[in-house]
């Protein structure tokens, strides 16, 4: 989740909005980006914008003429997209991004990007603006809980395979592999360990590094599970919004009272719920019962794949 920090609400008999006071919501105006889904990453190269939407109109017969889009039912556009449009997470998100969002448009005509984000943020252009960058520490375990036929590569031999498909050497791809078979892992668990950390950690740390280089002010945030919640893609979503999840536990409850809180404090000017800036190195604040704590995690991280490009 990417967004700058809204206005309060205005409604008659709006008493609080987030679970706060409403004269303290009203101080939502400071410039803050709270990112939650894998940092300045995961644009789609217009090269596969073009051809996706090329198989898309071309799957609905339609090629010849885009402008009958508009006369078909959105049943229709889901089943064709789901026919042209790639399913296994490792190729929608790897370092082709072969998926549906928002295009790295800069050279197209018409173009709305005027750079990756990566470099907006190395450029130094927002150093007054407060950048907050966080990832769950078993992002890729969702598809493992709920789209394990589809995301299981059976052998950790599949696993090298496809980062040497994502031109990374072989050599080094098999060192990568290595690294994340541990614990008494299966071969399901390394991939999800491993594209978890390309995915949504490295960017993150790259992106915070970068950022406070350029002279902003830059927090890293790693997110760990609690009773009743993984650490997996989406588990902190009640508390971004502010709301309780039915029956949640108490350890649930107080992991995301602090995720909560801290979002609150960034959004509102705070300093009290605060940890270190990233200078040099990816210092990290630690939420929930996390296996590794989050500063050496992000820099192992780095470390691991280090000159490996994540657009």
Known sequence: MTATAPKAPTAPGVRSWWGVPY???????????????????????AWWAEELAHRFVTELGVADNPDKLLDLDAASLVAALSKVAPTDLGVRDGVDN???????????PGG?????????????????????????GDEMGWWVANDLDRFDPHTLDRVTDEFAGWRIPRSRAKKIVDSYNQGGRTPVEVR???????????????????????????H?????PAEGAPAVHG?????????????????????????????????????????????????????????????????????????????
Do not use: C
């Open 112 to 136: 709305v990007l005027h750079a990756h984000p990566l470099d907006v943020l190395a450029s130094g252009s927002h150093r007054d603006v407060d950048v907050l960058l966080s990832v769950a």
């Open 220 to 224: 890293l945030l790693a997110i760990g």
């Open 98 to 108: 072969q998926s549906l969002g928002v295009v790295l448009d800069t050279e197209q």
């Open 23 to 45: 004269a303290t919501a009203e101080r939502y105006r400071r410039p803050v980006v709270a990112d939650f889904a894998a940092g300045p990453s995961r644009l789609i190269p």
């Open 235 to 311: 588990t902190e979503m009640y508390a971004l919004v502010g709301q309780d999840k039915p029956g949640r536990s108490p350890e649930q409850a107080e992991r995301d009272t602090r995720i909560r809180d801290i979002v609150l404090d960034f959004a509102t000017g705070g300093q009290t719920r605060r940890w270190p800036a990233v200078t040099d190195r990816p210092t990290s604040e630690t939420v929930g019962n996390s296996p590794f704590e989050g500063t050496a995690h992000y820099q192992q991280v780095l470390d691991l794949w280090e000159g490996i490009e994540r657009p």
């Open 192 to 218: 999800a360990a491993s594209l978890t950390d390309y995915i949504f950690t490295l960017p993150a740390a790259r992106g915070a590094l970068v950022h406070a280089a350029a002279g902003g002010n830059a």
